[in-house]
């Protein structure tokens, strides 16, 4: 509970997560409780310090019987397998040598081991703390008959041989729609101090795509949906060149500029890989209007914490990047929450920004665009709101005219609700009687009388189909 929040990497050292037991079982343990209560069959321990939980020093959590048996098993309830994470990691191996590492984590509680620096070293250490009475052939035979239940579970005692034609398109032929789902849905706003959000259209755009140096998916929406210009800048480039761009994209003389930070590592090591020359950049560019997306590890962010308007995307993908180019312009809603406390900003907070932007300025619209002014022109309706949505995309939003047809009256805007009476009449019965009509299963010159039996000997017998169309 916690990895994600360390400033070291157990690979290389013991991270220490200096939080309370109540912090602990309010946010790190929680997604682990409802696992735990759902049945998952086994959890890999992780090589974490947390004094809150075990207090003994440069005590890994995964060698911790506070840990292992006291809180997952006796107080979370967890009756799965446990594995050490890889006990070569220099977070247990500093600390755990010659097979203790081994040793302390089976009397911890956990049933396997991964990864022990050498396995002779490992029986042997494991045998002579049998012997001292450490550990007990009873606790070895439990574990082990843990690990067997698990196998014949899973059906494991049956030779199974899978078939691996089209694996790999099987696994993942419904991943890209549900990254679509997931980028439409976590849109994050950190920070909208300059009032840059909700996203004005015509106004001179500049993009700066940190981390490329071709146009991403990005790049072109901005190009093409705001007719920006592209600035790019590799994570390689000197000072020098991010100097070069700074005064470029200050001489165009733009009303804002949009900033994607691609392509940099989900590690802290070497922050993120983003060099010192691209923090400067996005920093310099904070006074031309700048909104800054982070596409990646959102703790990144942390880089541009004095930024006016930043966004969290956490994927740096097509499904993230058009995700963020449709939320710029204005199909998408921002209602996603920092997983993580970033800058000053909470985890859990974010900047919910309805998705009330017109939609909808390119050509192929301007039919919709037409037929809504000559309903208007002919007083069909005061006014109107036209909205179309593919994919769970706003691809089309716009109002038209007014309340009522005094021209006093309040405009109607995006955020105008209208009562939905009688729309069944359009988008069901209509659409149910041309489709009966083109099959030629519905005769309009009939009456009701000639297919609905109930209505005979009634006065609503005799009335034509196409005539109660007309209601």
């Given at each position: 509970p916690g990895h994600g929040d360390v400033a070291?990497?157990?690979?290389?050292?013991?991270?220490?997560?200096?939080?309370?037991?109540?912090?602990l079982d309010t946010?790190?343990?929680?997604?682990?409780?409802?696992?735990?209560?759902?049945?998952?069959?086994?959890?890999m321990i992780a090589h974490l310090a947390i004094p809150a939980i075990d207090n003994r020093t440069n005590r890994p959590t995964s060698l911790s019987v506070y840990n292992v048996t006291n809180l997952m098993r006796e107080e979370m309830g967890y009756d799965g397998l446990t594995f050490t994470d890889a006990l070569e990691m220099k977070g247990v191996a500093k600390f755990f040598g010659g097979g203790e590492a081994a040793?302390?984590?089976l009397i911890a509680g956990n049933d396997m081991l991964c990864l022990p620096e050498s396995v002779p070293v490992t029986i042997d250490a494991v045998k002579k703390a049998i012997k001292e009475k450490r550990l007990g052939?009873?606790?070895?035979?439990?574990?082990?008959?843990?690990?067997?239940?698990?196998?014949?579970?899973?059906?494991?005692?049956?030779?199974?041989?899978?078939?691996?034609?089209?694996?790999?398109?099987?696994?993942?032929?419904?991943?890209d729609d549900l990254r679509r789902k997931v980028a439409a849905n976590v849109v994050t706003v950190l920070r909208n101090t300059a009032g840059l959000l909700p996203f004005v259209a015509g106004e001179r755009t500049a993009y700066v795509g940190i981390g490329t140096t071709v146009a991403n998916t990005f790049g072109k929406r901005l190009a093409a949906d705001f007719k920006a210009d592209t600035f790019l800048l590799d994570h390689k480039a000197t000072a020098a060149q991010a100097a070069t761009l700074l005064n470029a994209v200050k001489e165009g003389n733009y009303n804002r500029v949009v900033i994607g930070l691609h392509n940099y590592s989900h590690r802290p090591t070497n922050n993120y890989g983003i060099s010192k020359a691209a923090i400067d950049l996005v920093n310099n560019l904070q006074d031309q209007n700048a909104l800054t997306f982070v596409f990646g590890n959102v703790y990144a962010a942390q880089n541009f914490c004095n930024a006016s308007t930043v966004v969290a995307m956490y994927e740096d993908d097509d499904a993230f990047q058009n995700a963020a180019a449709d939320f710029l312009q204005g199909g998408?809603?921002?209602?996603?929450?920092?997983?993580?406390?970033?800058?000053?900003?909470?985890?859990?907070?974010?900047?919910?920004?309805?998705?009330?932007?017109?939609?909808?300025?390119?050509?192929?619209?301007?039919?919709?665009?037409?037929?809504?002014?000559e309903g208007l022109a002919k007083k069909a309706y005061p006014g109107a709101v036209v909205l179309a949505v593919q994919n769970g995309v706003i691809k089309y939003h716009k109002a038209f005219g007014r309340y009522e047809f005094d021209s006093s009256s309040k405009p109607v805007s995006l955020e105008s609700i209208y009562d939905l009476a009688s729309v069944t009449k359009i988008s069901a019965t209509t659409v149910g009687v041309m489709k009966l009509y083109e099959e030629g299963k519905l005769d309009l010159d009939k009456t009701l009388g000639d297919y609905l039996p109930i209505t005979r000997g009634t006065d609503k017998a005799p009335l034509l189909i196409k005539d109660v169309l007309l209601h």
């Amino acid at each position: 509970p916690g990895h994600g929040d360390v400033a070291v990497d157990s690979h290389y050292d013991l991270p220490v997560i200096n939080k309370s037991k109540e912090s602990l079982d309010t946010l790190e343990l929680y997604p682990f409780k409802k696992l735990f209560e759902a049945g998952v069959g086994s959890a890999m321990i992780a090589h974490l310090a947390i004094p809150a939980i075990d207090n003994r020093t440069n005590r890994p959590t995964s060698l911790s019987v506070y840990n292992v048996t006291n809180l997952m098993r006796e107080e979370m309830g967890y009756d799965g397998l446990t594995f050490t994470d890889a006990l070569e990691m220099k977070g247990v191996a500093k600390f755990f040598g010659g097979g203790e590492a081994a040793v302390e984590a089976l009397i911890a509680g956990n049933d396997m081991l991964c990864l022990p620096e050498s396995v002779p070293v490992t029986i042997d250490a494991v045998k002579k703390a049998i012997k001292e009475k450490r550990l007990g052939w009873d606790d070895i035979d439990k574990k082990v008959r843990r690990v067997l239940h698990a196998k014949f579970s899973l059906g494991l005692d049956k030779p199974q041989v899978i078939d691996t034609t089209n694996l790999l398109e099987d696994l993942n032929k419904n991943t890209d729609d549900l990254r679509r789902k997931v980028a439409a849905n976590v849109v994050t706003v950190l920070r909208n101090t300059a009032g840059l959000l909700p996203f004005v259209a015509g106004e001179r755009t500049a993009y700066v795509g940190i981390g490329t140096t071709v146009a991403n998916t990005f790049g072109k929406r901005l190009a093409a949906d705001f007719k920006a210009d592209t600035f790019l800048l590799d994570h390689k480039a000197t000072a020098a060149q991010a100097a070069t761009l700074l005064n470029a994209v200050k001489e165009g003389n733009y009303n804002r500029v949009v900033i994607g930070l691609h392509n940099y590592s989900h590690r802290p090591t070497n922050n993120y890989g983003i060099s010192k020359a691209a923090i400067d950049l996005v920093n310099n560019l904070q006074d031309q209007n700048a909104l800054t997306f982070v596409f990646g590890n959102v703790y990144a962010a942390q880089n541009f914490c004095n930024a006016s308007t930043v966004v969290a995307m956490y994927e740096d993908d097509d499904a993230f990047q058009n995700a963020a180019a449709d939320f710029l312009q204005g199909g998408l809603a921002a209602k996603g929450t920092l997983p993580v406390t970033v800058c000053d900003v909470r985890y859990g907070t974010g900047i919910a920004l309805n998705s009330f932007i017109p939609v909808g300025n390119s050509p192929e619209w301007a039919p919709v665009d037409a037929i809504a002014q000559e309903g208007l022109a002919k007083k069909a309706y005061p006014g109107a709101v036209v909205l179309a949505v593919q994919n769970g995309v706003i691809k089309y939003h716009k109002a038209f005219g007014r309340y009522e047809f005094d021209s006093s009256s309040k405009p109607v805007s995006l955020e105008s609700i209208y009562d939905l009476a009688s729309v069944t009449k359009i988008s069901a019965t209509t659409v149910g009687v041309m489709k009966l009509y083109e099959e030629g299963k519905l005769d309009l010159d009939k009456t009701l009388g000639d297919y609905l039996p109930i209505t005979r000997g009634t006065d609503k017998a005799p009335l034509l189909i196409k005539d109660v169309l007309l209601h």
